[in-house]
């Protein structure tokens, strides 16, 4: 259990200073690596379901084997962005330094994985 609360609470912390000062960095997002931002709606939708799970990754630190089960969800966020990251690079769409963020939740899902199997119920029915 002990594992669990670090990982999630080292998650939700790191996401939670990454992704906040998002929220003032549109145009310099766009300055430094164009084209500007065209769909702001999706820029700030990303940035608040992304804080969104990193207060669940806050609150399965609290208490790991109460929510277990949305570890499951939790890796699954962590991959589909691993996931994108490959495909978007491998087509030329993103610049080499985003594979470090993916890789970043690549890391974070291998650890999700071993906190949820470290977090088996001992005494599951019984």
Request: proline fraction near 6%; glycine fraction near 8%.
């Amino acid at each position: 259990m002990r594992f669990a609360r670090i990982v999630f609470l080292v998650a939700g912390i790191y996401g939670v200073l990454v992704l906040t000062p998002m929220y003032f960095l549109e145009n310099t997002i766009g300055q430094q690596t164009p084209p500007a931002i065209t769909h702001p709606e999706y820029f700030y939708g990303f940035i608040g379901v992304g804080l969104a799970w990193q207060f669940l990754f806050l609150l399965l630190s609290t208490d790991p084997l109460k929510y277990r089960a949305m570890i499951l969800p939790s890796i699954v966020e962590k991959i589909t962005f691993g996931i994108a990251v490959l495909i978007l690079l491998r087509q030329g769409r993103v610049a080499m330094s985003t594979l470090g963020f993916g890789s970043i939740d690549w890391i974070l899902a291998i650890l999700f994985s071993v906190a949820y199997f470290k977090t088996k119920p001992e005494n599951a029915g019984a």
